[in-house]
T-cell receptor, first 115, second 113 residues
Framework: GENVEQHPSTLSVQEGDSAVIKCTYS??????FPWYKQELGKRPQLIID?????GEKKDQRIAVTLNKTAKHFSLHITETQPEDSAVYFC??????????????FGTGTQLKVEL | EPEVTQTPSHQVTQMGQEVILRCVPI?????FYWYRQILGQKVEFLVS????????KSEIFDDQFSVERPDGSNFTLKIRSTKLEDSAMYFC???????????FGPGTRLTVT
C-alpha cells in the first residue's frame, strides 16, 4: 500500500515567517495531492490541492508544489499568523477518473506560530 | 464547501455493546467514506461506499464493522461489539463522482469503557 511520510513532525516559527512542510509518498500512481488542516478537536479541512499535471498552485498565503518524479509535494505558508497553528496532513490519492478513492493520510506536522 | 453533519458528537459505550454512528451528507454527494483517528495519531481510512455498496475497505474494517444507507440520506457506521481499542474520533466524509475532493464532517468521538 501507499506509504506517506511528512517532515518535519513539528515546526515552530515566528509570526510573519514562512513555513514549509514536505510530504513524500511511495505510490507512483497517485495523481491527486491535497493538504488538510486540523485544529485541535476539529475536522480535517481541505485547504489546497494539486493535480498531477500541474507543478505549483497558489491561493493567497498558501501554495503547494509537486515533484512527481521524486514523489514528493510540499505545503508553503507565507506570512504565518497565530491562527495557522494546527496539525497539517498531506493525503495523496489515486484518482484516475474522479471520486471514490481513499485518501492515505501522512503522519502529520504540528505547526506552531509564535508571537 | 459542502456541509456534512454527524451525530452524535460524543458517544460513550461499554465494551461489547453495539454503536451506530450517523452521517448526513448534503448537496448530492455520491461517494461516502468513514475514517477514524485515534487520539494524537493520523487519520486512517476505513471504508468507502458508492451506489449502496462498499467500494473499498481497509484491514481495520473487519467483520464487526458494517455500513449502510438505510433511508437514502443518512449514512451509518455500525460497530457490533465494541472493544477498548475502538475508542477514537470517527469522521464521515463525502464527495462527488466527478471530482476527487472529500469533505469531512465534524466527527463523533467514541469512548469505549
Amino acid at each position: 500500500g501507499e506509504n506517506v511520510e511528512q517532515h518535519p513532525s513539528t515546526l515552530s516559527v515566528q509570526e510573519g515567517d514562512s513555513a514549509v512542510i514536505k510530504c513524500t509518498y511511495s505510490d507512483s500512481a497517485s495523481n491527486y495531492f491535497p493538504w488538510y488542516k486540523q485544529e485541535l478537536g476539529k475536522r480535517p479541512q481541505l485547504i489546497i490541492d494539486i493535480r498531477s499535471n500541474v507543478g505549483e498552485k497558489k491561493d493567497q498565503r498558501i501554495a503547494v508544489t509537486l515533484n512527481k518524479t521524486a514523489k514528493h509535494f510540499s505545503l508553503h505558508i507565507t506570512e504565518t499568523q497565530p491562527e495557522d497553528s494546527a496539525v497539517y496532513f498531506c493525503a495523496p490519492q489515486k484518482n484516475p477518473t474522479g471520486g471514490g478513492n481513499k485518501l492515505t493520510f501522512g503522519t502529520g506536522t504540528q505547526l506552531k506560530v509564535e508571537l | 464547501e459542502p456541509e456534512v453533519t454527524q451525530t452524535p458528537s460524543h458517544q460513550v459505550t461499554q465494551m461489547g455493546q453495539e454503536v451506530i454512528l450517523r452521517c448526513v451528507p448534503i448537496s448530492n454527494h455520491l461517494y461516502f467514506y468513514w475514517y477514524r483517528q485515534i487520539l494524537g495519531q493520523k487519520v486512517e481510512f476505513l471504508v468507502s461506499f458508492y451506489n449502496n455498496e462498499i467500494s473499498e475497505k481497509s484491514e481495520i474494517f473487519d467483520d464487526q464493522f458494517s455500513v449502510e444507507r438505510p433511508d437514502g440520506s443518512n449514512f451509518t457506521l455500525k460497530i457490533r461489539s465494541t472493544k477498548l481499542e475502538d475508542s477514537a474520533m470517527y469522521f464521515c466524509a463525502a464527495g462527488w463522482a466527478s471530482a476527487p475532493e472529500q469533505y469531512f464532517g465534524p466527527g463523533t468521538r467514541l469512548t469505549v469503557t
